[in-house]
């Protein structure tokens, strides 16, 4: 049997394993891969893995990291995404051009024992949060959400400051953002590939339910998002990612980009999404071997030095 190009590092469900088949019936070898204790001379034996739970399962990060130096290339790149949260994505959105919801960054509630306060907090301008001056920035209501959050994880919409202040109260030490609330018209997630490839669905965050419906963009709207999506992709550096937007008056708000393991079951998502995302990750997964492209790894801020860290 050929030597395996593709691993596969992900619990055993239908994703990975369409993607194992998938790629078979391409002529591509691929297996799930195997990962125990590392030694620092092993060689990866992949030339792409797609990662699935790195997220969840510290021990595969450094690996994944290891891998990527050895010219394996990673999907998604655990450089990026386990270095992003949600502020950073909404400051480089904002750079971009795409629209956002007006935003702050809090201070914490409660912190590390190894803070001693007051007075290791003494670079905070506000010890105590002046919420009249926040509130007054975004307005209300407002969503109040972690900056690393997850599947709706402490996500609160407040309608009054006596409310946003109890939530606040009990968000311990969750990193919070206080946002602008966005009264949508209709709510749209989009599967993004390769930074390229965009799939916009009709989505029912009420429900969480995806809609399938081939009509429920008009053609501007549709080619603005899509536009904006690969924008927001291409410099995040995420090979698959969802990107959601809130669309009020006709303007797409950008509300959560940093989904780098969207949720794929096909009961959730539908057959129809599903083969598409199979099918593009494929693509994907060729355009990058028969491209000879690798992952991008803090070896090119040495090796080229108008890049600091
Ligand atoms: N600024 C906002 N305006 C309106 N609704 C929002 C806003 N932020 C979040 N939501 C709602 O809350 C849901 C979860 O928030 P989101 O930012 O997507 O966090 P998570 O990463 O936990 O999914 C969104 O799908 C949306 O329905
Ligand atoms: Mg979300």
Request: charged share 25%.
């Amino acid at each position: 049997m050929s030597k395996p190009l593709v691993g596969i590092l992900a619990p055993k469900n239908a994703l990975p394993e369409a993607l194992l088949q998938a790629l078979k019936g391409r002529g591509i070898a691929c297996e799930w891969c195997k990962v125990g204790p590392w030694s620092l001379d092993q060689a990866c034996p992949y030339r792409v893995i797609v990662d699935r739970i790195g997220h969840v399962y510290e021990f595969y990060r450094p690996f994944l990291k290891a891998a990527a130096l050895q010219g394996c290339y990673v999907m998604n790149n655990p450089f990026w995404f386990l270095a992003d949260d949600k502020f950073y994505n909404y400051s480089l959105a904002r750079k971009l051009g795409v629209a956002i919801p007006r935003t702050v960054l809090l201070p914490c509630k409660e912190y590390d024992e190894r803070v001693l306060a007051p007075d290791d907090l003494h670079n905070l301008s506000q010890l105590e949060i002046d919420w009249v001056e926040v509130v007054g920035k975004v307005g209300l209501p407002a969503i109040l959400k972690p900056y690393d959050g997850y599947g709706w994880r402490e996500v609160h919409r407040v309608d009054t400051v006596e409310q946003l202040k109890a939530i606040y109260d009990e968000s311990m030490m969750d990193v919070m953002m206080l946002q602008e609330f966005i009264d949508f018209e209709h709510y749209v997630r989009c599967f993004v590939v390769g930074g390229k490839w965009v799939l916009p669905t009709s989505y029912d965050p009420t429900q969480r339910r995806y809609v399938v419906d081939h009509d429920h963009l008009t053609p501007a709207l549709g080619q603005r998002i899509d536009e904006e999506c690969r924008r927001l992709n291409q410099a995040l550096g995420y090979d698959i990612n969802t990107v959601e937007f809130a669309i009020r008056d006709g303007v797409p708000y950008a509300i959560d980009f940093m989904n780098p393991v969207p949720d794929a079951r096909p009961e959730v998502i539908s057959w129809l999404y599903f083969t598409w995302l199979v099918d593009r990750i494929c693509d994907h997964i060729e355009e990058v071997i028969n491209q000879g492209r690798v992952s991008a790894t803090r070896m090119e801020s040495w090796s080229n030095p108008q890049v600091v860290c």
